[in-house]
């Protein structure tokens, strides 16, 4: 069982069910001058899982989205959405930023609990360097964090952890659906030129 704590008065409730509607990991690499030295998104990459649930440093963008309703033993509805996501600087860290305050990448998450019986919406972010472990994305484990702010994989449950100012999720998450790969050839397209694209899944 899992648990949310909303802010409104003293929602705190064990779930009795919960409804994974997305989860979404992408890997972009739209032209960009900035971004010389990472990969494009191209036709023809094959996707194979655990693997590329975990991060993707030699891609300029990537994020983790997740979405869903919760149902209360008390009959009350929630919405959630936790989401993280990579900017990468470099692809690989020169000599002279070999160090543990060297910056390859910068973290956003996103975190929003929606009371669907008071029509309260509830929303923060967050942003942090992947230095000094901050904020980071495992490349050997499905792992994520912004502070914390955590999304992990044990077995086959996906973990997200996430409070701020009286609101808060802990949720034990179990894909019930067989993952979907948009586009065509490994790729979604978001524009005509080469690399314009994303390697994007969800369940």
């Keep these: ?10 929602a705190l409730a064990l779930l009795q069910a919960i409804l994974l509607s997305c989860i979404c990991c992408v890997a972009i690499a739209p032209y960009c001058q900035a971004w010389t030295g990472f990969k494009k998104a191209l036709p023809g990459y ?20 997740y979405t869903g309703h919760l149902k209360t033993e ?4 929630y919405g ?25 990448s910068i973290y956003f998450g996103h975190f929003a609990i929606s009371d669907e019986g008071k029509k309260r919406f509830y929303y923060r972010e967050r942003l942090n360097r992947a230095a000094l472990g901050m904020a980071g994305a495992a490349t050997d484990r499905f792992r994520v964090w912004v502070d914390d702010w955590v ?45 314009h694209a994303s390697h994007y899944y969800s369940y």
């Design 46 to 65: 094959q996707l194979s899982f655990p693997r590329d649930h975990f991060a993707h440093e030699d891609y300029a963008i990537e994020w983790w989205y």
């Design 74 to 77: 008390r009959d009350r509805w």
């Design 151 to 195: 999304l992990e994989a044990r077995g086959d449950k996906h973990l997200l952890k996430a409070s701020s100012d009286g609101f808060a999720i802990d949720l034990a998450l179990t894909p019930m659906k067989d993952l979907v790969i948009h586009g065509t050839d490994g790729i979604s397209r978001k524009g005509a030129e080469e690399g």
């Design 1 to 10: 069982m899992s648990r949310i704590n909303a802010s409104a008065g003293r």
């Design 80 to 104: 959630y959405e936790l989401t993280f996501f990579r900017y990468g600087l470099e692809p690989q860290p020169s000599a002279d930023q070999r160090s543990e305050w060297a910056i390859q």
